[in-house]
């Protein structure tokens, strides 16, 4: 994260940005990929459940809506801006992601 916030110092905040994304996404794929070849290696079938109740459901379908909105949001700015990354886009998305915080840890303390 400090490595992305001083790429966008230095003039690169796309490059930031792309790294934001890219790093996390790359871990979770190959993360997920290498646990899925190692079961099937030693024949073992892949299950997955997840045992959550209807709370749980519910703040994790409001926590994937405001990922997709937050992005959406990202991408207008973006486009209307001329792909141009400012700092009025900064601080709505650490105020977006502040509200986020806030929202996770409350519904953490209630269940």
């Known amino acids: 994260m400090s490595l992305n916030s001083a790429l966008a110092k230095k003039g690169y905040g796309e490059m930031g940005l792309s790294g ?40 994790l379908n409001v926590v994937v809506l405001f990922i997709i909105l937050n992005s959406i949001r990202l991408l207008i700015q ?13 601080y709505l998305g650490f105020f977006i992601y502040a509200i986020f915080l806030i929202f996770i840890c409350s519904t953490a303390l209630i269940l």
């Not at 209307?80 to 886009?89: A, E, G, V, W």
């Open 78 to 90: 973006a486009y209307l801006s001329d792909f141009k990354l400012n700092k009025s886009i900064s």
């Open 20 to 59: 934001s994304i890219a790093g996390p996404l790359f871990n979770l794929m190959i993360g997920f990929s290498f646990s899925a070849l190692k079961k099937l290696y030693n024949n073992k079938s892949i299950e997955i459940s997840i045992g959550i109740n209807f709370k749980q459901t519910l703040i």
